[in-house]
């Protein structure tokens, strides 16, 4: 706890003839005359922690502190054992969940034990024991913590309703509740603000305090503070590390409202404190704030420079970091590779990802297990971005807000008109939840007005099995309510639940799905309620509208069934909503049998079903008898019949009559779509893998498909050779097909492929894949910047397939590729080396992804022992390598000769040229090389057969172990001691083992 800095107090000491003589005034708050026995603190419980907010309007300006006074309405007197009081300031209007003040921020100014309350009813004033100044530029917090031998709850106070004005804690057995929480810890809040009478008097302090202390800056090894000077002040003392005191030496004294705290270790949590600085003598009280360095990541957090993530510590450092207030808002992260296995989402209910997260089309593999708010993400808030990031794994929420991107959404903090965005994002993962669950998002609640902020999904897909227990289950979203614009995302794999179920959303409300659609099974269990409401694309449209979306596949339930929606649903009696452009094929099944159920809605739930308007709305009827909606309503609808499949063209389907005259269903569709840029084009499905529907993605003709569609190199430098990337092509059709050739773009001015072109032609079997290796040209002259080709595969003489190759050229610097090492010279060699100019460029073990790296290169003229460390960073990884890498043309993960993380140790080096690589994920790392001179070589150990023996015939296997410090062996054979006759010259081409065939019958014995 900090001291208060009371000020003038010998002075005080003797002008007051009383302790608190200066009491002027009262300030009152809260006139009501209702009562509890929870405010101002819990008296039913024995153990208890309570914060509650007063408004600095009640303050006609800045005042001195000296009494607290609370008005009792039934008596019944209590002790309390151990009674703190403790005030401070702060800018929050109300309390949440965990918001807590932190501890350093508040000022202890009354401890008292067995302290006798609720004699009498009236007012009953606490004298403080350290008068507190308050300026009354932010709210007052008075928090009282107290423990007692016995509880009663007879006893209340006088309280006036005020939304969430108190947070507390409680507990009848245990003392910690009577302690400060923590800021994260969970709460209760409650509206119950206890009427209070403070006494004040005349703010007396010498030397006015600084205010909105704030941090404006951070790096991984610095914070920067801004704060208001008080009027008439020009100087400050600044102190970073454990509370001060008023003895306590500041870390510097400085006449800027800036300053910078250094040499801090990444990713920490400090508290800063300013005090002003009137004279020798005379000093403000300590004004505290809590600041946050960055993580230690590679890059800067920008959109040019992301901070680079390359495994599971460096998501934990951005979750811990997260945890400890660091902000991620405005800050860009890039995903560098596959991360297994996550096991806590980023983030909790109260701690929100606000930043830019691109996924750069990697998988994260989740095995989460929670009651509620489980996924990759636990909250997105105002301005996050994330995209192009793949899930799979496991997510079960026993309770609520599951999803495999985020489990919920919305604009805490207070409104905005900044948007959040999910996009291009796939969920692979089984999802286990209760209720509020879906492929991508557990739920979105953001506000009623359209000013503020949207959130956009697009372009996402679901491929994970949902199964949940409750309702509000979604392949893409379990709510999303208000403000939401589901565009372009499908669902492709089943999904289950209790009710308000749908293929892409549970339940939208307030918001618009397009170009959607549904390949999956819909279920129902009906275990609780006999309204499944569900759909083939959503549980419920309530005040919402849906455009362009099919649903192919079985929806099964009780009530409300519906191969479109469960229920088309407003409690609005404004307002117009839609239905367009849509059609479904597949069974719709409700048991027991209701009249609840139809091809486009279960149900329609209104009292103004004229407000709902569908237009091209079509079903396909697999012999079943149902009408297109259920219930006892009907919507204004135009354009709405069934259709079945040609006889001549099983591509075609032709409705059973004209709509905007034609019957063709894939014409009609067009036809309204192209009314908007935000439509969809819908394709014939000329290859059948739509059951022959219309789709709204074009189809690939089955023969070779190529994997990936866009291969991305991501950052390569110019003039340097650099490993290959893959593509495969695959044949999916049932003959054999011939490749007959495989180009680049005539533009193409950077790729190439690695070693020999393609033999063409060359033929690829049913089910077989070949991979084509894809590298960049070292020899190419190219200016930085974006490059983007395609790479064209004919095959089967006119068929044509091709992908999208594209990299970021830049100009490397030295170390960072082997073109331009450093020349280690001399021994012991150090060198601190930074790794913000430098890129990943070298693969150095397989079994774990390396971060940028630099390269150093070694000359020794005799043979010499190494030892290599590599310290100060995260992550290391070091490989060395021959000076010709073992026949390939670049470090890579299965050439080097020597591997280590952060260590190299006593490693034969023959005389020769080689290769140092050396890695890591943080922004510098420290190197260390030495050599010694090396000892003689030790003989070779377990040697077989065995020395002596006798009777052998044949080709015999020689098997030794190599002796430490030996460089080269020789194997000589004959009749003699020692032998004359050498079966292998001079090599040094063994690993620790070595194994050798000799024929003995041509040599005798060795």
Not at 714 to 740: C, H, Q, V, W
Not at 835 to 849: A, G, I, V
Not at 933 to 950: C, K, W
Request: proline letters at 5%; a negative charge; aromatic letters at 12%.
């Amino acid at each position: 706890m900090k001291k208060n800095l009371f000020l003038l107090t010998m002075l005080l000491a003797v002008l007051m003839p009383g302790a608190f003589a200066q009491i002027t005034d009262y300030v009152v708050i809260g006139t009501k005359t209702q009562s509890s026995s929870t405010a101002p603190f819990n008296q039913s419980y024995k153990y208890s922690y309570s914060e509650c907010i007063y408004p600095k309007s009640s303050f006609s300006g800045p005042v001195t502190i000296y009494s607290l006074s609370y008005n009792c309405a039934k008596v019944k007197a209590l002790t309390i054992t151990d009674f703190k009081i403790y005030l401070g300031v702060t800018s929050k209007s109300s309390n949440g969940s965990s918001n807590w003040t932190p501890e350093q921020e508040l000022t202890l100014v009354y401890d008292h034990a067995n302290v006798v309350v609720g004699e009498s009813t009236g007012w009953q004033e606490i004298m403080l024991d350290t008068p507190f100044l308050y300026d009354a530029t932010q709210n007052l917090v008075v928090v009282i913590a107290k423990k007692g031998k016995v509880s009663n709850s007879t006893l209340t106070y006088y309280f006036s309703n005020t939304a969430n004005s108190i947070m507390y804690r409680q507990s009848k057995t245990d003392e910690s509740f009577a302690n400060h929480p923590g800021t994260t810890a969970s709460t209760s809040t409650t509206n119950f603000r206890a009427n209070i009478k403070i006494g004040v008097g005349p703010y007396l302090a010498g030397c006015d305090k600084p205010t909105d202390l704030s941090q404006i800056g951070a790096t991984a090894h610095s914070v920067t503070i801004n704060w208001k000077p008080a009027e008439d002040t020009d100087s400050w003392d600044v102190y970073i590390g454990e509370t001060p005191d008023e003895d306590t030496e500041p870390t510097a004294t400085v006449s800027d409202t800036t300053y910078t705290f250094t040499s801090l270790v990444p990713a920490e949590e400090y508290y800063c404190y300013v005090r002003t600085s009137c004279g020798e003598t005379d000093k403000s009280e300590w004004v505290p704030v809590q600041t946050m360095t960055d993580p230690d990541f590679t890059g800067e957090g920008t959109a040019d420079a992301p901070y680079l993530i390359y495994t599971l510590d460096n998501i934990n450092t951005v979750i811990y970091a997260m945890e400890h207030n660091w902000s991620t808002y405005g800050k860009y992260f890039r995903l560098m590779d596959d991360i297994a296995t996550l096991t806590r989402p980023i983030g909790t209910d109260n701690v929100l990802f606000r930043g830019d997260f691109d996924g750069n089309g990697h998988f994260i593999t989740l095995d989460l297990n929670g009651s509620q708010f489980q996924a990759l993400f636990a909250r997105l808030g105002i301005g996050a971005n994330v995209h192009d990031v793949n899930v799979d794994g496991t997510i079960t929420a026993t309770s609520t807000y599951a999803g495999g991107i985020c489990a919920i959404i919305s604009e805490a903090g207070g409104h905005s008109t900044e948007n959040i965005y999910i996009r291009n994002c796939t969920n692979y993962a089984t999802i286990n939840g209760s209720s509020r669950a879906g492929g991508i998002i557990g739920m979105s609640n953001l506000s009623t007005q359209s000013q503020y902020t949207k959130l956009y999904v697009e372009n996402c897909v679901n491929r994970g099995v949902i199964n949940c227990t409750e309702g509000f289950i979604g392949g893409i979203a379990g709510v999303l309510a208000n403000n939401a614009i589901l565009d372009g995302c499908y669902n492709r794999a089943d999904v289950a639940g209790n009710s308000t179920i749908g293929g892409i959303f549970g339940e939208i409300d307030g918001s618009t799905a397009r170009n959607c659609y549904n390949k999956a099974d819909i279920t129902s269990y009906g275990l609780t309620t006999p309204e499944s409401i569900i759909g083939g694309i959503g549980g419920s449209l309530y005040n919402s509208s849906l455009y362009n979306c099919y649903s192919i596949g079985d929806i099964t339930g009780i009530y409300g069934v519906g191969g479109l929606l469960g229920e088309f649903m407003n409690a609005i009696t404004t307002g117009t909503y839609y239905v367009k452009n849509v059609y479904v094929s597949g069974n719709v099944i409700a048991s027991p049998d209701t009249n609840r159920k139809g091809f486009i809605f279960g149900d329609i739930v209104t009292d103004n079903p004229e407000n709902f308007i569908v237009d091209n709305a079509f079903y396909e009827s697999n012999g079943q008898s149902l009408n297109p909606w259920g219930g006892n309503k009907t919507p204004s609808a135009t354009n709405v019949c069934s259709y079945s499949q040609s006889t001549s063209n099983p591509t075609e389907f032709v409705l059973s009559q004209p709509a905007g005259g034609s019957t063709d269903l894939l014409s009609v569709l067009n036809t309204w779509a192209a009314g908007g840029e935000e439509y969809t084009s819908w394709y014939a499905d000329i290859y059948s893998v739509n059951a022959d529907h219309p789709t709204l993605g074009e189809v690939e003709e089955p023969g070779i498909s190529i994997t990936p569609k866009k291969l991305d190199f991501f950052y390569r430098p110019i003039g340097a050779k650099m490993f290959s990337e893959s593509l495969s092509l695959t044949n999916d059709s049932d003959i054999p097909l011939t490749i007959t050739d495989i180009s680049f773009d005539e533009d193409n001015t950077f790729f190439m492929f690695e070693g020999e072109e393609p033999e063409i032609p060359f033929t690829i079997q049913p089910g077989i894949t070949n991979k084509i290796n894809i590298t960049t040209d070292p020899e190419a002259t190219v200016t930085p910047g974006a490059f983007l080709t395609k790479l064209g595969i004919t095959y089967s003489s006119r068929s044509y397939k091709e992908a999208y190759i594209n990299a970021i050229a830049y100009q490397p610097v030295e170390p960072d590729v082997v073109e331009l090492h450093t020349v280690i010279s001399s021994y012991p060699f150090n060198i601190t080396q930074s790794t913000l100019p430098l890129n990943k460029n070298y693969n150095l073990h397989s079994e774990e992804t390396s971060g940028p790296d630099g390269v150093y290169k070694m000359t020794f003229d005799t043979d010499v022992a190494l030892t290599a460390t590599l310290t100060g960073c995260n992550n290391p990884a070091m490989a060395i390598y021959k000076e010709d890498f073992n026949g390939k043309d670049y470090p890579d993960v299965d050439n080097f000769i020597y591997s280590g993380r952060g260590d190299i140790t006593d490693v034969t080096m023959p005389a020769g040229t080689y290769y140092l690589v050396a890695s890591a994920t943080s922004s510098q790392y420290i190197l260390d090389v030495n050599t010694e001179t090396i000892p003689l070589p030790l003989e070779p150990t377990a040697v077989s057969p065995a020395d002596g023996q006798t009777n052998l015939e044949g080709t015999v296997q020689l098997v030794f172990g190599k002796g430490n410090y030996a460089t080269e062996y020789q194997i000589l054979c004959g009749t003699t001691n020692p032998p004359t006759e050498v079966v292998m010259d001079w090599t040094n081409d063994f690993g620790a083992v070595a194994t050798v065939d000799v024929d003995i019958n041509s040599v005798g014995q060795f």
